[in-house]
């Protein structure tokens, strides 16, 4: 939705352009006049001067021969066009960045779904296994109390990652712009960019840093060229006429030519209020300007950060996850060899499954790091 209404935005701006266009080229207008008066005005020696019932017309050109301001009008509608056309791109971005982001979250949970489905099948085997020991007569009830309610519990955990999966995969479809959910299929591959060269890139290729450089040029431009509001305007007319019945002062036909010269002495210190405005305009611009570079620069450098600390992170919770559940699997052995209670099961079959989900996790969290990466130097999207 972002993207259509910005879309409509750079179409606004493309009428204000035509708007300020239309200052400087020629105007014709057609005008038509009927005139009923009470009666004839003749002179004291009964000449006709004015009939009761008159009928004129006229076509007027105007053509601006000399228009500064309207002329620097045209050009800086043309920089707002400019604007406009980055600022789309920006919103562009950032609707590109958050379907990204969803994308990733629809990938990680399905990976959440893996680990917990694998999670399920482990418990549920388990139980089986305590049920059988105690209608064989080896096993108590406890044991098996004790496997049913870990199979619940990883149950539950599987119903909710397909509960966060469609609400994932809803959010993909909003950030798309469908009217219906939307799948991942395969996970994307971001190759995070090298570090040299990355902050040049940053100020170079993020478009909400060009946006924000062609709005403080654009207000640079209109405070730079306020001195044109202080130049005359000259402009030519011709104008063809009818004018029925004929009077003293104007034939039944004719025309008429005109120079009109406006020189703006005083307004009442407008044009000093319009410079001082503009002025502020363009400062508050390129203040807004060296703020964006400076995050933009802080950007690259927390992400670079981020992402190595991701992907220790991700190594650890690899390790982890495999002793996990090679743990696990020992418990497992041990316990069907009668070496061990199901405690010992339980308790590995939770820290499994705990593990596997923070290795999806800390898989997830590399991949948002690259995403972010590739966002802050302008790679992406």
């Known amino acids: 939705m972002n993207a259509v209404v910005a879309q409509q935005e750079l179409r606004r701006v493309d009428g204000l352009l035509e708007q300020a266009r239309s200052g400087s080229l020629p105007s014709l207008a057609a005008n038509g006049t009927l005139t009923r008066l009470d009666g004839d005005r003749r002179s004291s020696t009964g000449q006709l001067y004015a009939a009761r019932d008159q009928q004129s017309a006229n076509v007027t050109l105007t053509v601006p021969l000399l228009a500064p301001s309207r002329w620097y009008q045209w050009s800086h509608a043309s920089d707002q066009l400019d604007v406009a056309r980055a600022s789309e791109a920006d919103v562009r971005r950032q609707v590109t960045l958050l379907a990204a982001r969803s994308y990733l979250a629809v990938v990680a949970q399905k990976r959440v779904i893996d680990v917990t489905g694998r999670s399920v099948s482990a418990a549920r085997a388990h139980f089986e296994f305590s049920r059988a020991r105690r209608q064989g007569g080896v096993g108590n009830a406890l044991d098996e109390a004790r496997a049913d309610q870990q199979l619940a519990t990883a149950e539950a955990q599987l119903e909710n990652a397909y509960t966060a999966l469609a609400r994932a995969q809803e959010a993909l479809g909003q950030a798309a712009g469908a009217d219906e959910p939307l799948d991942a299929q395969a996970e994307p591959e971001l190759r995070a960019p090298a570090p040299q060269g990355a902050l040049e890139d940053a100020q ?34 011709a104008q063809p006429f009818y004018q029925h019945p004929a009077s003293l002062t104007t034939p039944e036909t004719g025309w008429q030519a005109q120079l009109v010269l406006s020189f703006p002495l005083f307004e009442g210190f407008l044009r000093v209020g319009q410079r001082h405005e503009r002025d502020a305009l363009a400062d508050e611009a390129r203040t807004q300007l060296d703020g964006l570079l400076r995050q933009a620069r802080s950007d690259v450098r927390v992400s670079f950060e981020a992402l190595q600390h991701a992907e220790q992170a991700l190594v650890a919770a690899r390790r982890a996850a495999e002793r996990a559940n090679l743990t696990l699997q020992l418990a497992t052995t041990s316990y069907r060899a009668g070496a061990t209670t199901n405690i010992d099961v339980v308790d590995a079959e939770q820290r499994a499954r705990d593990a596997d989900t923070a290795a999806v996790q800390a898989e997830d969290a590399v991949r948002q790091s690259r995403l972010d990466l590739l966002a802050a130097t302008g790679h992406f999207p």
């Open 204 to 237: 170079d290729l993020r478009a909400d840093v060009r946006a924000s450089r062609e709005r403080s040029r654009a207000a640079e431009r209109v405070a730079k060229d306020s001195w044109a509001d202080w130049l005359p305007t000259l402009l030519g007319s």
